[in-house]
């Protein structure tokens, strides 16, 4: 899993798993999906949502999810374009675009927002595929697209942040800034203001989009049942704490200006709790995923909530 304030507690023992010795290995997102997905290599694991939703769809996943949402991000600034090339979102038509894997969570929440916005359909670019700084990065996963979406590779020795550099991609969506933004001032994000944006799509659609999701091994849960509950419980009260410490103005937790502004800006936007687990919090972000995962062509069949996650998680003790 990822080293996060969230998961802190995990890691430093402040908070316990159940019945559970855990040996945590801090990974990139990269790192952690391609062994979770290619090789099963854990017990439990922080996974892609697409990536999950896309193996269950096929029904051929060595993991079963529990409702601990690890990453959650508005993805209106994975969009980069080349503004020398692109005034408005229209003048993609007909472009090249970058991305690291058609399938990352990141690139269905940024497509939605490209269709939703702006009209903008997956047939209507050419998609090249390559390593955002390191060249030949392939799909993680096999997928199959529908007719008319076009996807080729970069050059192998190639990568997407330097393509985009050149000039030879107009546009870039994935879940990092290439290397290019900030340094070549023709590269920019397509929205302006992705925070006014990001702010004006929560109040429209009160969607937080979620981005990786807890999963543990089905072999595991089969043998210990009480398993995915401890999980959620020892994960979520991570979190809680995470919250806690973050809003305690005594001294900032993070190194980060106008942080009391910001947790209360963010509150008044979505709520005491803005970064929920469980199911039936999270149940209307869950089916906008899933929709535009299924109307995008990644899942060939609509998959249901209730596919997702181990069934004890969905209804826990109450006090």
Excluded at 5 to 11: C, I, Q
Excluded at 27 to 52: I, K, M, Q, T
Excluded at 151 to 169: C, V, Y
Excluded at 294 to 314: M, N, W
Aim: net charge neutral.
């Amino acid at each position: 899993m990822g080293d996060y304030d969230r998961t802190r507690a995990l890691l430093d023992g402040a908070v316990l798993i159940d019945a559970v010795d855990p040996l945590f290995m801090t990974l990139s997102p990269e790192e952690a999906f391609f062994r979770a997905f290619r090789g099963a290599e854990f017990d439990v694991s922080e996974l892609s949502l697409s990536s999950y939703t896309l193996k269950v769809s096929q029904g051929d996943c060595a993991y079963v999810a529990v409702p601990i949402f690890m990453s959650r991000a508005f993805r209106h600034t994975a969009i980069y374009v080349r503004r020398d090339r692109i005034r408005q979102a229209s003048d993609l038509r007909g472009k090249r675009v970058g991305l690291p894997e058609y399938q990352l969570s990141a690139n269905v929440w940024a497509r939605a927002l490209l269709k939703e916005d702006f009209g903008i359909l997956p047939s209507d670019v050419t998609w090249v595929r390559g390593g955002i700084e390191t060249p030949g990065r392939p799909e993680k996963l096999r997928i199959e697209l529908p007719s008319g979406v076009k996807l080729e590779a970069a050059d192998e020795t190639d990568t997407l942040s330097a393509m985009l550099d050149r000039g030879d991609i107009d546009a870039f969506v994935g879940p990092r800034a290439p290397s290019c933004f900030g340094r070549n001032p023709e590269v920019v994000w397509l929205y302006p203001d992705p925070t006014a944006a990001a702010h004006d799509y929560y109040r429209r659609t009160r969607v937080f989009p979620i981005m990786h999701v807890l999963g543990v091994r089905k072999t595991l849960v089969a043998q210990h049942p009480w398993l995915p509950v401890a999980l959620y419980k020892a994960f979520d009260a991570a979190k809680n704490l995470a919250l806690e410490r973050l809003a305690d103005p005594s001294a900032p937790k993070t190194s980060l200006p106008f942080l009391e502004e910001q947790i209360a800006a963010a509150q008044q936007l979505m709520g005491p709790d803005y970064w929920p687990n469980g199911v039936a919090a999270n149940r209307h972000t869950l089916e906008a995923f899933l929709a535009h995962h299924h109307d995008q062509g990644l899942s060939k069949r609509r998959v249901a909530v209730e596919e997702l996650f181990a069934p004890t998680t969905y209804e826990m003790a109450k006090i």
